[in-house]
């Protein structure tokens, strides 16, 4: 949603005007990962009664630039690294302006995620024109059991979704 829903509501003007309220913005207070979740966000956004500027999404661009977040919940934080390397290692060869942040959160402590273990990464690609396109993935516990799927396969995973979207074309991910 952060990566792109947000920017699209901000070309449809919401939130532009400082009367109708702040623009839209999403916080994560906690981080949740399937079966158990215990993930919490918060979202504001203005009421809009109508949309005062028409969206004439056209012109795809070039994709200049990828940003991604890998998040790891109850996991040891070198399996978020070997996810963030090996993505960064298939967009590398096609693009090299590529940053892929990690966000690791232990069990110590327990306020940062909820009570199962996860690891989720997303990946947005932005283009001259200021079109995003996102792709995002997680570790499914009940398919990828433990071991069957490696941190690195992970990440080139979502790499390869992420190609597949912007190759699809289109100013809009199909996720």
């Known amino acids: 949603i952060a990566t792109s829903i947000l920017p699209l509501l901000l070309k449809f003007g919401i939130g532009a005007d400082a009367d109708e309220g702040p ?14 979740g215990g ?3 918060v979202f504001i956004c203005p009421i809009m009664k ?14 200049k630039r990828v940003r991604g977040t890998v998040v790891s919940c109850r996991i ?26 990690t966000d690791t959160h ?24 200021g079109v995003v396109i996102a792709a995002e993935t ?18 080139v995973r979502v790499a390869a979704m992420l190609l597949e979207e912007i190759r699809k074309g289109g100013c809009i991910d199909t996720g």
């Open 39 to 41: 993930g919490q966000v």
């Open 23 to 36: 623009p839209p913005t999403i916080k994560v207070t906690k981080r949740g990962a399937a079966p158990a």
């Open 138 to 155: 997680c570790l499914d516990a009940a398919k990828d059991g433990r071991g069957a799927l490696l941190p690195e396969d992970l990440g």
């Open 50 to 63: 109508e949309l005062t500027e028409p969206l004439d999404l056209i012109d795809v661009g070039k994709i």
């Open 76 to 101: 040891p934080p070198s399996s978020a690294a070997r996810v963030a390397h090996s993505s960064k290692g298939l967009l590398h060869r096609l693009l090299p302006d590529v940053w892929v942040h």
């Open 106 to 129: 232990s069990s110590k402590g327990g306020g940062g995620c909820g009570p199962s273990p996860g690891l989720s990464v997303c990946l947005a690609a932005e283009s001259t024109s």
